[in-house]
């Protein structure tokens, strides 16, 4: 038997200007706890969180290229991260994987762990944004100490 939870959330549409993921970053921290970190476009997220943005359009905490994040391994204790969904942007995944211990990831595709370095899956929860919209695939993944 799998320890990995699994779920499906159904959600109203988001009322976002840009991107945003409406319901599911408070039902995120209903069940999982609350991320100290935000990356991309969120218009969404309550104060006290940081952001991160790598083209600032949203004003974010900070701006800073997803590729070369300016902290240390495991600067961040829970990251939540809802990128484009144009291509999966890998390298910019796994340099986000580095600094957070536990990362949560909502995207149109299922990460491979094996891009995830040291990562075990905690969650995957199909997530729905109203009719005609992509279903999603929440992902929660964390670091397996060893």
Same mark, same amino acid.
């Given at each position: 038997m799998s320890d990995i939870i699994f779920d499906f959330w159904a959600c109203q549409r988001p009322l976002t200007h840009h991107w945003g993921s409406g319901q599911v970053f408070d +039902?995120?921290?209903?069940? $999982?706890?609350? !991320? %100290? *970190?935000?990356?991309?476009?969120?218009?969404?997220? !309550?104060?006290?969180?940081?952001?991160?943005?790598? %083209?600032? @359009? *949203?004003? !974010? =905490?900070? =701006?800073?290229?997803?590729? +070369?994040?300016? $902290?240390?391994?495991?600067?961040?204790?829970?990251?939540?991260? %809802?990128? !484009?969904y144009d291509h999966l942007y890998k390298k910019e995944g796994q340099e986000i994987w580095r600094v957070c211990e @536990?990362?949560?990831?909502?995207? =149109?595709h299922m990460w491979p762990r094996a891009w995830l370095r040291g990562g075990e899956r905690v969650a995957v929860i199909a997530v729905t944004m109203g009719p005609m919209k992509a279903i999603r695939c929440l992902q929660i993944l964390k670091k397996v100490k060893s």
């Open positions: +039902r995120i921290v209903k069940q $999982f706890g609350s !991320p %100290d *970190v935000a990356f991309g476009k969120q218009d969404q997220i !309550p104060e006290g969180i940081i952001t991160i943005d790598n %083209d600032g @359009k *949203v004003n !974010p =905490t900070i =701006t800073a290229d997803w590729k +070369r994040l300016p $902290f240390e391994d495991n600067h961040f204790k829970f990251g939540y991260w %809802d990128p !484009p @536990k990362l949560a990831i909502l995207h =149109t």
